[in-house]
């Protein structure tokens, strides 16, 4: 473990350290850490914990992820589940980075918003929802953002296949 | 070939038909609607700026469909955009051109195959008159096109129908590769 450790670049070892400060706190809730290179992260296993993570990790003195950089849509058709990764920063005290990841299942999931959490979230998670189909429940405004209002499904899934129309006019080539 | 090009006799008298004053009137000030949708457009306003210098030819965008003669459809319509474009089409007043710029408007460009969102052609909604190629074109290719508009416009006359005005121009028009070996053989000799 202690070699495992060494080998990690600073920058994720940094990110270590946020980890363990979380995994202390919500223990079960979250999973273990990946200290992948270039994005190293973690996924919530308890999805009805997610606010209260995502509250801790901005609020939490030591960690101060004030900065939502990027909040991606995933599908995992052989899980059958979609999934969001969040990438966090802190701006100002710390330059610690890290993902966490947060899964649902694939049909009428749902995914705890953390719109109320970091703003940024709001017209993110709306895009995730546009392309993914994915809920977030408690998001004050939850519409599509890119695609018409009354389009058919969800564009990024990886089953996914364009209407033939759309108002009349011919979609496919 | 235009109008002042005519000879003009001594008391400041020009004998021509009305036809004629009509069209060179409304070719020497195409006014195209000021909008853009992607990366053509970018091409187009620099045909429009200093370099290229779209007003030489009387070219300069209007702000509003109702001032507007000449719908330049540049870049990527989506299906979002398509029923907007209609809409914009259906409150310019008459007669009016498109000229669509770009393998995009023309038929779905890049994203012809897993562009989800984007028509696959402008002409599945409006009419065009002249197709630009191209990925975007060059502004000289822009230009080039709205020659074409300006000739299409020199075509039609009272009772000659856009279609007859259009198959005119089809029939004027020349194979661009003799053109080319021309200016091949010439450069080289
Ligand atoms: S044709 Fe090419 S340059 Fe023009 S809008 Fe499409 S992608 Fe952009």
Not at chain 1, 93 to 113: E, F, L, M, Q
Not at chain 1, 127 to 134: K, N, Q, S, T
Not at chain 2, 68 to 79: E, K
Not at chain 2, 106 to 123: A, E, F, I, R, S
Request: hydrophobic content about 40%; aromatic content about 10%; charged content about 20%.
């Amino acid at each position: 473990m202690e070699e495992a450790a060494n080998q990690m670049s600073p920058a994720v070892q940094q990110s270590k350290a946020a980890y363990d400060n979380i995994k202390e706190r919500f223990g079960d809730a979250i999973s273990e850490f990946d200290a992948n290179p270039t994005m190293p992260f973690f996924e919530v296993l308890d999805v009805s914990r997610w606010v209260d993570i995502a509250l801790y990790m901005r609020d939490n003195s030591l960690l101060q992820f004030n900065y939502l950089a990027c909040l991606s849509g995933v599908d995992y058709p052989e899980e059958q589940k979609l999934g969001i990764v969040c990438n966090f920063e802190c701006i100002g005290k710390y330059t610690h980075k890290i993902a966490v990841k947060v899964k649902c299942p694939r049909d009428g999931g749902s995914i705890p918003s953390v719109s109320c959490v970091w703003h940024t979230a709001n017209w993110h998670e709306r895009e995730a929802y546009d392309m993914y189909g994915m809920v977030f429940e408690g998001h004050p405004d939850l519409r599509r953002i890119l695609c018409p209002e009354d389009w058919t499904g969800f564009p990024l899934r990886k089953d996914y296949q364009v209407q033939e129309t759309y108002h009349g006019i011919k979609v496919p080539y | 070939m235009g109008l002042l090009d005519a000879r003009i006799s001594n008391r400041n008298v020009l004998v021509t038909s009305v036809d004629n004053v009509m069209n060179w009137a409304r070719l020497s000030s195409l006014w195209p609607m000021g909008f853009g949708l992607a990366c053509c457009a970018i091409e187009m306003m620099a045909t429009n700026a200093s370099n290229y210098d779209l007003e030489r030819f009387g070219i300069f965008p209007r702000s509003s469909p109702r001032q507007s003669d000449l719908m330049i459809v540049a870049g990527t319509v989506t299906m979002k955009m398509a029923e907007r474009v209609v809409t914009l089409y259906e409150q310019m007043p008459e007669p009016r051109y498109v000229l669509s710029m770009g393998s995009c408007s023309n038929c779905g460009g890049p994203y012809w195959n897993h562009g989800y969102h984007v028509l696959k052609g402008v002409d599945r909604v409006i009419p065009v008159d002249v197709y630009v190629p191209g990925c975007p074109p060059r502004p000289e290719a822009l230009i080039g096109g709205l020659m074409k508009i300006q000739e299409l416009i020199r075509m039609e006359g009272l009772g000659i129908s856009r279609q007859d005005a259009l198959k005119k121009l089809a029939e004027k028009s020349v194979d661009p590769q003799q053109v080319i070996d021309q200016v091949r053989k010439s450069a080289t000799a």
